[in-house]
C-alpha cells in the first residue's frame, strides 16, 4: 500500500459529556456504518426560489464526481463497504468491522457510561489522508450518544388544555386551506405512533385521520412503546400537524438518536423524491454545546440544503429555559434550533375566554419554560442584521438570536393528544414546531408554492405577527436569561402568528 499522509481532522474532536467514564474498548469485530458528509461545492448568496430536486441531484453528481471517488478508493485501500452514495445529499455510507474503522481513521473506539446510559465514542480527534480531508465535512457514525431529547412537558395539573386544532383556531389560521396537496415531514429519533391513538385524536377533533407514512433512516423504524417521552413526542407532532393541516398528508422519518441519524435524517426528507415535503418539523434537540463542531457543520449544512430545495424547517427552542438544562452558570441555546437555517421555535402560555386568547405571556414555569438566548457558536445573520438583538449574558457576545417566532407550548395551556389509548395533556416548544408547519403548510397550498426560508422576508416584515412583551426565560431564583420585548426577544423571537396577517402577507414572497 502506497503511504499515505494523515493530517489531524479537527472539527471530529467529541464532545464526551461531563461524568462519563469508558467502561471498555470496542470489540474489533463489532460492525459500525459512518456517514461522510463532503463539504458543499455550491454555496452562495441564499436562494431565491426552491430547486427541484432532480436538478439538485444531477448538478451535484457532476460537481462531487471527483469526491466521490476519492471516499470510494479510502474505503477500498481500508477494506471498509461502501453501503452508500448519494451525490444529492453529498453523503457517502460506509460500514466495516471496528478494527478496521480504527485504522482507517486513525482512533480508538471505547463504550463509555454517564451514569445513565452506555453510548459509543472514539477517544480524541480523527486523522485522514490529505486529500480526503480537503473533500470531507464531517465523519458521524463513531459517536452514539444521543445527541438529542424530544421538547415535550407533560402537564401535572387538571386542566383539559385543548384540541390541537383549537389552538389553531385561535390564532385565526386561515379557513380556507386545510393543507391539501402538502406533505409535512416530521422528524423522529425514538418512539413511535400507533393508527387507533391517531384514529381517537383526530375523532376528538372532529377530524379523519391523516394519510401518515413511516419512513425508515438508517435501520430506525415506527418502534411505539420504546420510550414514554419519544412515543408522546411522536403523538404530538402527528396529532398538532395533522389536526392543524388535516388536508396534508405527514411523512415521518424515524432515525437514530445520534448526530448521524440526526443529521442522515433531514437529509434524507430534503432529497425526498416520493413524499416530497414542503415543511419539515423538528421537535427534538440539545445545548449547542453538546455538540460535536463537525456535527453541528453537517448539521448546517443540510438545513441550508434544505432551504434550497423549497423547505421551510421548524426546530423547536427547548424546554428548560435560558440555560437549556445545563448547569454550569452560563445561558444556553438548543441547537439545530440556534442555526441560521432553520427557524427556532419558542413558547408561550395563554389565556383564553370565549374562543379568543386574551392574554398571552412568555412560557415560564419557574422549572420549564421556553428556551431562547443568544448563540454561542453562530454569528449575527443576514436576516437578523437589522434587528436589536441582546448582548449574550455570557459575556456580552453578539450572535444568531434564537428564537424566531413562537405560540402555545406552556403545559398549563397545553395540548390534549392520545397516547396509549388515553387522553393526555401535554405541552413544550414541542409543539410550536408542528403548529408552525401546518400553518405553513396552509400558506403554501393557498400560494400554491413553496414559502421556502421565508426568514429574511419576516424579519423585514415584523408586523405580519403579534408580538410578545411580557415575561422572562430566567429559570426560578436565577439571573440567567431574557426579557420579552419589542420588536425581538430571546424568548419568543418576533411573535406569535396572526392568522389574519400573515397568509396574505407570506403571499409576497417570491419563490
Not at 199 to 213: Q, Y
Not at 271 to 296: F, K, M
Amino acid at each position: 500500500m502506497t503511504s499515505r499522509t494523515y493530517l489531524l481532522f479537527p472539527a471530529s474532536s467529541p464532545a464526551v459529556p461531563a461524568g462519563a467514564s469508558p467502561i471498555g474498548d470496542v470489540a474489533q469485530d463489532e460492525t459500525i456504518e459512518v456517514s461522510i458528509y463532503l463539504k458543499p461545492r455550491d454555496r452562495g448568496a441564499p436562494p431565491a426560489g426552491a430547486e427541484p430536486r432532480g436538478v439538485l441531484a444531477a448538478r451535484r453528481a457532476e460537481l462531487h464526481r471527483d469526491d466521490v471517488r476519492l471516499i470510494k478508493e479510502f474505503a477500498s485501500e481500508n477494506d471498509l463497504t461502501v453501503l452508500a452514495v448519494e451525490p444529492a445529499r453529498r453523503l457517502v455510507r460506509l460500514s466495516g468491522p471496528a478494527a478496521r474503522m480504527e485504522a482507517a481513521f486513525r482512533t480508538r473506539l471505547q463504550h463509555f457510561h454517564d451514569g445513565a446510559l452506555r453510548f459509543r465514542c472514539q477517544t480524541g480527534t480523527l486523522s485522514l489522508p490529505e486529500d480526503v480531508h480537503a473533500v470531507v465535512e464531517s465523519v458521524l457514525g463513531l459517536d452514539t450518544r444521543p445527541v438529542a431529547k424530544p421538547r415535550i412537558v407533560p402537564h401535572a395539573g387538571t386542566g383539559a388544555g385543548y384540541l390541537p386544532n383549537e389552538v389553531g383556531k385561535l390564532y385565526g389560521f386561515p379557513g380556507n386551506a386545510d393543507g391539501s396537496g402538502e406533505c409535512i415531514g416530521i422528524i423522529e429519533l425514538g418512539g413511535g405512533f400507533r393508527a387507533a391513538d391517531s384514529t381517537a385524536a383526530f375523532r376528538a377533533m372532529g377530524l379523519p385521520a391523516p394519510s401518515v407514512t413511516a419512513i425508515s433512516v438508517d435501520g430506525a423504524a415506527n418502534k411505539p412503546y420504546s420510550d414514554l417521552g419519544a412515543d408522546g413526542e411522536v403523538a404530538l407532532d402527528i396529532q398538532v400537524a395533522g389536526g392543524n393541516a388535516p388536508g396534508a398528508s405527514i411523512a415521518v422519518y424515524f432515525a437514530p438518536n445520534t448526530d448521524a441519524g440526526f443529521v442522515d435524517a433531514i437529509s434524507a426528507a430534503t432529497t425526498d423524491s416520493t413524499h416530497r415535503p414542503s415543511v419539515l418539523s423538528i421537535s427534538w434537540g440539545g445545548p449547542e454545546s453538546s455538540w460535536s463542531a463537525q456535527a453541528i457543520s453537517s448539521m448546517t449544512s443540510v438545513l441550508e440544503d434544505a432551504a434550497t430545495t423549497g423547505l421551510s424547517v421548524f426546530a423547536a427552542a427547548g424546554d428548560s429555559l435560558a440555560t437549556d438544562g445545563v448547569n454550569d452558570g452560563r445561558a444556553h441555546v438548543d441547537f439545530p434550533a440556534s442555526s441560521p437555517w432553520a427557524i427556532g421555535c419558542g413558547g408561550t402560555e395563554i389565556t383564553t375566554a370565549g374562543g379568543t386568547i386574551t392574554a398571552e405571556v412568555v412560557w415560564n414555569s419557574g422549572t420549564s419554560g421556553t428556551g431562547g438566548g443568544i448563540s454561542d457558536f453562530f454569528l449575527v445573520p443576514a436576516f437578523q442584521a437589522d434587528t436589536p438583538l441582546p448582548p449574550s449574558v455570557n459575556g456580552g457576545r453578539q450572535g444568531r438570536g434564537v428564537p424566531d417566532v413562537a405560540a402555545d407550548a406552556a403545559s398549563s395551556s397545553g395540548y390534549q393528544i392520545v397516547l396509549f389509548g388515553f387522553s393526555t395533556v401535554v405541552g413544550g416548544t414541542s409543539a410550536v414546531a408542528p403548529l408552525w408547519s401546518a400553518l405553513i403548510a396552509r400558506i403554501n397550498q393557498q400560494r400554491g408554492r413553496s414559502s421556502g426560508f421565508f426568514l429574511p422576508y419576516l424579519y423585514q416584515h415584523k408586523n405580519l405577527l403579534r408580538e410578545i412583551t411580557e415575561g422572562n426565560n430566567r429559570p426560578a431564583g436565577s439571573s440567567i436569561g431574557y426579557d420579552a420585548g419589542t420588536p425581538w426577544n430571546a424568548c419568543t423571537g418576533l411573535g406569535v402568528p396572526d392568522g389574519a396577517l400573515l397568509p396574505p402577507g407570506l403571499a409576497a414572497i417570491e419563490t
